[in-house]
């Protein structure tokens, strides 16, 4: 539930806070509480109650629920919310998947009758150059547990390191844009805006802009671009502006 969701989050910034630590913010690609706890500070809801859908994530791919535990144990464990013996087990669970992926990337299969015949029986295509194992799991039809008819090893290795390991492979090219996407969106993310400007000073921005950027007080320029109302211009003014701030800022502390 949204409202459970919220009232975690502020419970844990609440203990952190009153340890003197800085706030736990999930961001977009970590966890579809980000995403929500994003949408409201960024979006509000004035026009209606705020549902957490999918669709709301433009990271999705990377939400999934078989990678929550990768996603978010670490997290869980540095809060202190998250046993030993739990974190021990993830940490297993990604040495195991880099075992896996490492073995079905050493192993090779021949183009001869006997693979052939056996990707027949799969209904797959024969192959015509030898071929790893990572690149036959890439087919469609093909699952990891077909694989093991080649590689009877890969049945060591427990189911769910096995499927976590299929969807990672199968779907890697989507992954990998949208991980240059998480890139991308970092480097805006990582443009502070500090709390205290100004927006009046910026020259060009609308009135309604200003009060919408003044209302929330984004703390980045990514936070400030999803903010409804606020156009790619008024970003594009915001960041000049910030530049010229801080680089104004650095040269007067340095002739200090």
């Not at 970590?30 to 957490?52: H, N, S, W």
């Not at 797959?124 to 039809?141: C, H, M, W």
């Not at 409804?228 to 502006?241: D, F, H, K, Q």
């Amino acid at each position: 539930e949204e409202a459970a969701a919220q009232g975690l989050m502020a419970g844990i910034n609440a203990a952190l806070s009153n340890r003197g630590e800085d706030p736990l913010i999930l961001g977009r690609d970590q966890a579809y509480i980000g995403v929500l706890i994003d949408d409201l500070v960024t979006k509000g809801t004035d026009a209606e109650p705020y549902r957490m859908f999918t669709s709301r994530a433009e990271y999705r791919l990377m939400l999934r629920e078989d990678n929550a535990d990768l996603r978010l144990t670490e997290i869980g464990y540095k809060l202190g919310s998250v046993s030993e013996m739990a974190y021990d087990k993830l940490k297993q669970k990604k040495r195991d998947m880099a075992a896996l992926a490492e073995l079905l990337n050493c192993l090779q299969v021949t183009p001869c009758s006997e693979t052939n015949s056996r990707l027949a029986r799969l209904s797959s295509a024969p192959i015509a150059n030898k071929s790893s194992l990572i690149q036959l799991l890439r087919r469609p039809e093909l699952t990891i547990t077909d694989l093991i008819r080649f590689a009877p090893e890969i049945g060591n290795f427990s189911p769910h390191v096995a499927a976590q390991l299929e969807v990672e492979v199968k779907y890697a090219g989507y992954l990998n844009r949208q991980t240059e996407m998480i890139t991308r969106s970092k480097k805006m993310e990582g443009s502070r805006v500090p709390q205290d400007m100004d927006y009046a000073a910026i020259n060009g921005l609308s009135r309604e802009v200003r009060e919408k950027l003044d209302r929330i007080r984004p703390l980045s320029i990514g936070q400030a671009a999803r903010i409804p109302g606020i156009t790619p211009a008024a970003i594009s003014l915001l960041s000049v502006y910030l530049k010229k701030h801080f680089r104004h800022r650095e040269l007067k502390l340095s002739s200090s």
